[in-house]
């Protein structure tokens, strides 16, 4: 099959189907476009250039600078075939993504599938995240029949799915967390404090959700509205 991927900072997404191959735009083989610069071709008006290129988006992420995660991956709730991607993918953990601002639901809304798929973190790039991360794209690849295979088999059939709450710090100050990746929380737990230099506290963090600790801000700063971590609660399976 012809298969074209498009390589834009972090994002890696596909075009594999005829029908965005019969297109003929996009030139043959890899694309490197720089940070930045849109993926449409230079000599074609901007548009809805997920739509015209791409049949799966891929959008790759090693977490923030500042975060520590339990590797998972996003999917527009509701989008069966991004969750066929998700599982294909093969992390063990899915977060049901609701409302706006993810270019995920962007490529959902005009019927392009996609995820974002999130490991490593902290700014870490060792053998073993890339592995993960290098190993989850050619599973895709198997699995839109881009390549023929074999491929390093997932750890599951089917991801955990949950919903992701998260707390955005409510004062500026220093962040101590209270809770590890992967514990369990119950509704109504300390997930930490936000104290001053002195080590007064100005805000307590109770968990609105019961659920584990998915990831988690590792910065002992914090600024007013940045997000402090992510308590995923596993959806009720239909
Ligand atoms: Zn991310």
Known sequence: MDAKVVFLSSIVAFAAAPSAVGQGVPPSGGVMVPPDSPLVPPDLSSGSELERYNDTYLDLHGGDLDEALVPFSLFPNGSEASLALASAFGLSIAVAAGGEGYTINAAHKIGVPGIIAEVSGNGLWGEESVGEMTAGVERVMK???????????????????????????????????????????AAGAQLGEIRDVFGKVLATIPSQMPGFILYRLTSLSVNKGEALLGVATPMVEK
């Open 143 to 185: 699995h839109l029949g881009m390549i023929p295979g074999p491929v390093t088999p997932a750890a599951q059939e089917r991801p955990q799915v949950v919903r992701m709450w998260v707390p955005p710090a409510p004062v500026s100050g220093l962040w101590y967390p209270a809770q590890e990746l992967s514990e369990p929380v």
